[in-house]
């Protein structure tokens, strides 16, 4: 198994910035693809961001792109959000998932439990 840990999540004032980071263990981290969702009230699970195994694909929804940075680092089996310039839309939890294949919608193979970005207006 793999076990995913979200943190960083919390209140920030709009315009304001956050790194959230999804800890991993359990598996080898380096040899799977991460994504990024968020899920606020009523709505379903969306996409965020995705990066694969490596690094060097790289996906964003478009109402985060120029604002949302994914990265990892492999050696600290950690993945990261960089989330700034924030928007009240974009309160919702976040979820990191992980998988054999980087895709922009919900299938990843393991989730982290999720922790919530609440942007005031």
């Known amino acids: 198994q793999l076990q995913l840990v979200e943190s960083g999540g919390g209140l920030v004032q709009a315009g304001g910035s956050l790194r959230l980071s999804c800890a991993a263990s359990?598996?080898?981290?380096?040899?799977?693809?991460m994504g990024w969702f968020r899920q606020a009230p009523g709505k379903e699970r969306e996409f965020v961001a995705a990066i694969n195994w490596s690094g060097r694909r790289l996906y964003y929804a478009d109402s985060v792109k120029g604002r949302f940075t994914i990265s990892r680092d492999n050696a600290k089996n950690t993945g990261y959000l960089q989330m700034n310039s924030l928007k009240h839309e974009d309160t919702a939890v976040y979820y990191c998932?992980?998988?054999?294949?980087?895709?922009?919608?919900?299938?990843?193979?393991?989730w982290g439990q999720g922790t919530q970005v609440t942007v005031s207006s």
């Open positions: 359990g598996r080898t981290f380096s040899t799977y693809a």
């Open positions: 998932g992980a998988g054999a294949v980087v895709t922009t919608t919900p299938v990843y193979d393991y």
